[in-house]
């Protein structure tokens, strides 16, 4: 710890110093006038912003797991869906016309791909539901079923794997949203121990580094990096 400015101060430093401050009050804390619920408080909050650091933490690292099996279950899905559009397009060409305005009317072959995967997942359902509905509508159109089976099985990945890294994100902005107010709250309570140490003890004692505080003469400046 290189100044009292806790604010700006990494997380590591933060629970550092939150840690030392509990070691420091534990056994100042009646001298400087704390009751024994702020000082179990005071004590005790390192541990408690540990573990909502742990919390974010682990669930960061979650995020970027189902990011990365959300990319693999993109690409196949995008594929086999412009297999099956190219397996239609042939089959209409093939057609009568009016057979074949039908095909690229209920499969949608004039509008573009969706780039968000949530729409692409639809606008894929879509297609299957149209090849669903094909032997009711058009018995004369046969088509072959297992490309579009194959779309059916990428696309339910897709829409697993979108849903869960919906689910893991909310999660990850609830442990971040905890945290920054636990930190905000044990920002303000170092703030507290420091005026009510330094009312007690002044600025440059020694004992200031015992509750996590760097005493006045030992706080870094340029001029004192500069003479180190």
Known sequence: MKHNNFRIESEGIHLDR??????????????LGFSPVEIAEIVGYGEVFFAALSKQNLAKANQAEVNV??????????????????????EAQNLIP????????????GQRIPR?????????????????????EHPEIAMPAEPFEILRTLVAALEAADKTVLEIRALKQMATFEKVELRRRGESMFRRVYRRALSFWGDDASKLIQLGIVPKSEIWTKKRVEER
């Open 18 to 31: 939150a840690r030392t401050m509990a070691e420091g009050i534990a056994e100042f804390g009646v001298e």
């Open 69 to 90: 099996e959300l990319k693999i279950a993109i690409k196949p899905a995008r594929k086999q869906f412009s297999r099956c559009r190219t397996l239609i397009r042939g």
């Open 98 to 109: 009016a057979l074949g305005h039908y095909l690229e009317s209920v499969f949608l072959l």
């Open 116 to 136: 968000r995967n949530t729409v692409f997942a639809e606008f894929a359902r879509d297609m299957l539901t149209a090849f669903d509905n094909l032997p009711a």
